[in-house]
């Protein structure tokens, strides 16, 4: 099956959407992007997410991230559920999103992402769109991809760490640890020297005695 790799560029393809009909690339514009699919609207998973989506979008607008949903029913659908969704949300229940949902029922689109899941099928037979995460630079390439069945809901404070990590680490020779947040503590990456990692990190170098003698692990605080 068709789909993305890290590094691949996005395919500039053309959709209606919920915002009009849009062109992606022109869409992303200068800006980091998060491309998330779900199996089919009015679904309840789909519903939560899409609702914690919404809530946090101020923090992904922040970071000058533009969020794009995708699902294989149609525009009028989309619509329709969105009112579902801010009711969920607690909101008044009008069609607007503070992002764009793809309309995707030929599944097109998701077959050339490579976004369908084989275990879950429709009345028809036919495989639900899986739940991807794309997230993509501003220079349009993949950065970061997660793919979820379609039973399982995604959990966006994840996604939006992700995201602080990708945006720090690409502008700092740097890596971020498990379970890092942001503000703690980052590790050097190994290609740097050390007397080259005390000029680029005044704030100190710390390394971690083991038994190997080796001194690979190294962190320092964020930049």
């Known amino acids: 099956m068709p789909g993305l790799l890290l590094g691949d560029e996005a395919p500039n393809f053309e959709a209606d959407t919920t915002h009009g009909r849009i062109r992606f690339h022109d869409f992303l514009g200068g ?4 491309l998330f699919s779900h199996p089919r609207d009015f679904t309840p ?3 939560t997410e899409l609702g914690r989506a919404a809530k ?4 992904f607008s922040k970071r000058n991230v533009k969020m794009i949903a995708l699902s294989i029913d149609d525009v009028s659908d989309h619509l329709a559920w969105a ?3 801010n009711a969920y949300n607690g909101d008044e229940p009008t069609e607007k999103l503070p992002f764009p949902i ?11 992402l490579g976004m369908l899941d084989p275990d879950e099928q429709d ?3 036919m495989p639900l769109t899986a739940r991807v995460v794309f997230v993509f630079g501003p220079d ?9 069945p379609a039973t399982t809901g995604r959990n966006f404070d994840e996604i939006l760490r992700v995201v602080d990590s990708l ?3 690409v502008k700092h020779q740097v890596a971020t640890p498990v379970d890092w947040k942001p503000g703690e503590r980052v590790m050097v990456v190994p290609s740097i020297p050390d007397a080259e990692a005390k000029k680029l990190f005044p704030e100190g170098v710390f390394t971690k005695e083991l038994p190997s003698g080796k001194k690979y692990l190294r962190y320092t605080p964020q930049p």
């Not at 800006?31 to 998060?34: K, L, M």
């Not at 793809?102 to 050339?112: F, S």
């Open 123 to 125: 009345k028809q037979g």
């Open 56 to 59: 946090l979008a101020p923090e």
């Open 102 to 112: 793809i309309a995707d029922a030929n599944r097109k689109l998701a077959v050339q």
């Open 45 to 47: 998973v789909c519903t």
């Open 167 to 169: 945006q720090l680490t």
């Open 83 to 85: 009112k579902d969704i």
């Open 140 to 148: 349009k390439k993949l950065k970061l991809s997660i793919l979820y």
């Open 31 to 34: 800006s980091w992007g998060i």
